[in-house]
């Protein structure tokens, strides 16, 4: 138990930049918060969005909390211009 502590206080923290090195990528950013990744992707039209990866469960969530193991789907998800929050009617 004690190793994995140290394991994720070590790499807690580490922010990577992809979308940097690769023109159209689409994870602009990964910042390494030990158990939880989050990735900023990149939509279309200059848009922007979070979602998060769990790496103990090895799922992608997107902002309105729909997990999967798919990172593909996720993104979909996140990009379809749906609203995040519940709808008014």
């Known amino acids: 138990m004690l190793s994995l502590i140290v394991a994720v206080s070590i790499t807690s923290g580490l922010t990577d930049y992809p979308g940097f090195r690769q023109s159209g990528a ?6 390494d918060r030990g158990p939880i990744v989050e990735l900023v992707i990149n939509c279309r039209h200059g848009r922007s969005a979070i979602i ?3 790496k103990v469960d090895r799922r992608y969530c997107t ?3 729909e997990c999967g193991g798919s990172l593909k789907h996720a993104v979909a998800e996140t ?3 749906r609203p995040y929050g519940p709808t008014r009617e």
């Open 79 to 81: 990009c379809s211009g």
């Open 52 to 54: 998060s990866y769990s």
């Open 63 to 65: 902002p309105r909390f």
């Open 26 to 31: 689409v994870v602009e950013a990964q910042i």
